[in-house]
């Protein structure tokens, strides 16, 4: 899966530690993290998040006047419109502002702890400041958004076509030719005196030639193999019948006592 790259801004609220390692095995995630006081230090952090990370998280109050809510709206230029109540089922009180075209979010029990905004491939997710709601929300609804944004990142990076620039498609066109054409390469015969020779180009004659020599070559090592066959065999039937004279005239005899081509040569020598 692809890594994506994903700041959290905690405003005017403490940070969580726990909130962060969730996020950080929902999906490859790299993590930024920042802790702000005031409206003049949110804008510049989201000013520098938005042109470093896919998805941007901001924890703050959603029910402050002045929260972060009203100074994001400002920053990037989205109004803030109050949500259908009925239309999502939300039992808070009070009105529920978000930005415009913006998806909230809500909990089992009808709770308004957010939104969800997003501009063209940047999304950010406005959270509430209260930890357990805020849990419950991420473990419901936010963590399968990250990883679907993320698998979505890694198939776009999968199959984005290369970019070739014309200049570079013409120097591979001629780099290609070059490799296919001879090499010709310019013989010094005097100062001042050169000459460039013709590629090689074989004839038929030597095409010919080529081609008795493949099947001489064949036959040669068809008859070798023959032959070595031949041999093979008689070796072998020659082992097997001194093996079966052995066999007859000596071990036979030993076992039964005998040894006649023993006795018979000692009678010839004694005779001599």
Same mark, same amino acid.
């Given at each position: 899966?692809?890594?994506?790259?994903?700041?959290?801004?905690?405003?005017?609220?403490?940070?969580?530690?726990?909130?962060?390692?969730?996020? =950080?095995?929902?999906?490859?995630?790299?993590?930024?993290?920042?802790?702000?006081?005031?409206?003049?230090?949110?804008?510049?952090?989201?000013?520098?998040?938005?042109?470093?990370?896919?998805?941007?998280?901001?924890?703050? +109050?959603?029910?402050?006047?002045?929260?972060?809510?009203?100074?994001?709206?400002?920053?990037?230029?989205?109004?803030?419109?109050?949500?259908?109540?009925?239309?999502?089922?939300?039992? =808070?009180?009070?009105?529920?502002?978000?930005?415009?075209?913006?998806?909230?979010?809500?909990?089992?029990?009808?709770?308004?702890?957010?939104?969800?905004?997003?501009?063209?491939?940047?999304?950010?997710?406005?959270?509430?400041?209260?930890?357990?709601?805020?849990?419950?929300?991420?473990?419901?609804?936010?963590?399968?958004?990250?990883?679907?944004?993320?698998?979505?990142?890694?198939?776009?990076?999968?199959?984005?076509?290369?970019?070739?620039?014309?200049?570079?498609?013409?120097?591979?066109?001629? =780099?290609?030719?070059?490799?296919?054409?001879?090499?010709?390469?310019?013989?010094?015969?005097?100062?001042?005196?050169?000459?460039?020779?013709?590629?090689?180009?074989? +004839?038929?004659?030597? +095409?010919?030639?080529?081609?008795?020599?493949?099947?001489?070559?064949?036959?040669?090592?068809?008859?070798?193999?023959?032959?070595?066959?031949?041999?093979?065999?008689?070796?072998?039937?020659?082992?097997?019948?001194?093996?079966?004279?052995?066999?007859?005239?000596?071990?036979?005899?030993?076992?039964?006592?005998?040894?006649?081509?023993?006795?018979?040569?000692?009678?010839?020598?004694?005779?001599?």
């Amino acid at each position: 899966m692809a890594s994506i790259k994903l700041d959290v801004i905690y405003y005017k609220t403490q940070s969580d530690f726990e909130f962060e390692f969730n996020l =950080s095995g929902c999906a490859g995630v790299r993590l930024f993290k920042e802790k702000i006081e005031t409206p003049k230090a949110l804008v510049t952090s989201l000013a520098r998040d938005v042109a470093r990370s896919r998805v941007i998280i901001v924890v703050a +109050d959603l029910t402050d006047e002045n929260g972060g809510v009203s100074v994001i709206s400002k920053a990037i230029g989205l109004p803030l419109v109050a949500v259908e109540k009925e239309t999502y089922n939300i039992a =808070s009180e009070g009105d529920c502002n978000l930005f415009k075209g913006a998806t909230p979010l809500v909990t089992k029990n009808g709770v308004f702890v957010g939104f969800i905004a997003e501009s063209g491939p940047q999304s950010i997710i406005v959270l509430t400041s209260n930890r357990a709601l805020r849990h419950e929300i991420m473990d419901s609804y936010v963590h399968k958004y990250i990883f679907e944004v993320a698998q979505l990142e890694a198939y776009n990076e999968k199959y984005k076509a290369p970019v070739i620039a014309e200049s570079e498609t013409v120097e591979n066109e001629v =780099s290609e030719k070059k490799e296919t054409e001879p090499e010709i390469i310019p013989i010094d015969l005097a100062p001042g005196t050169s000459i460039n020779p013709l590629p090689f180009v074989k +004839d038929e004659e030597d +095409d010919e030639n080529e081609e008795d020599e493949k099947q001489l070559n064949k036959r040669l090592n068809q008859k070798g193999n023959g032959l070595n066959i031949a041999l093979l065999v008689i070796v072998v039937l020659l082992l097997i019948g001194f093996g079966v004279l052995a066999y007859l005239f000596i071990y036979i005899p030993l076992l039964n006592g005998e040894a006649p081509f023993l006795s018979e040569g000692i009678k010839y020598f004694l005779r001599r």
